[in-house]
């Protein structure tokens, strides 16, 4: 599985992105796909996560009614909207992968895709 994540930027706070990842390869044995972001000096964390029906989703609680994380299954394409953007949002945000359920939704992603920079000024 490849994964390709766009959409990063620099905004002010209070602003609104939208983060893809369009994956290929072997999809149709994926079980979910996740959003994980690292700041400078931190280490990488879980923001979101959707199972592949779309029926199962988690957030971490700093994200919590700002981000929404969605997938589209014939585009092979998982999104993160991330709206009312704050400073400590600003990251390096990883799409990522996996294909069993071992760990549920918040670990033992395999695959990762390359990270887009979000940068949130105040």
């Known amino acids: 599985v490849q994964l390709q994540a766009s959409g990063g930027g620099l905004v002010q706070a209070g602003d609104s992105l939208r983060l893809s990842c369009a994956t290929s390869g072997r999809t149709f044995s994926t079980y979910a796909m996740g959003w994980f972001r690292q700041a400078p000096g931190k280490e990488r964390e879980v923001v979101a996560a959707i199972d592949r029906s779309g029926s199962s989703m988690f957030y971490a609680d700093s994200v919590k009614g700002r981000f929404i994380i969605s997938i589209d299954n014939p585009k092979n394409t998982v999104y993160l909207r991330m709206n009312s953007l704050k400073p400590e949002d600003t990251a390096v945000y990883y799409c990522?992968?996996?294909?069993?359920?071992?760990?549920?939704?918040?670990?033992?992603?395999?695959?990762w895709g390359q990270g887009t920079q979000v940068t949130v000024s105040s």
């Open positions: 990522a992968a996996k294909n069993l359920a071992v760990g549920g939704l918040r670990t033992r992603y395999e695959y």
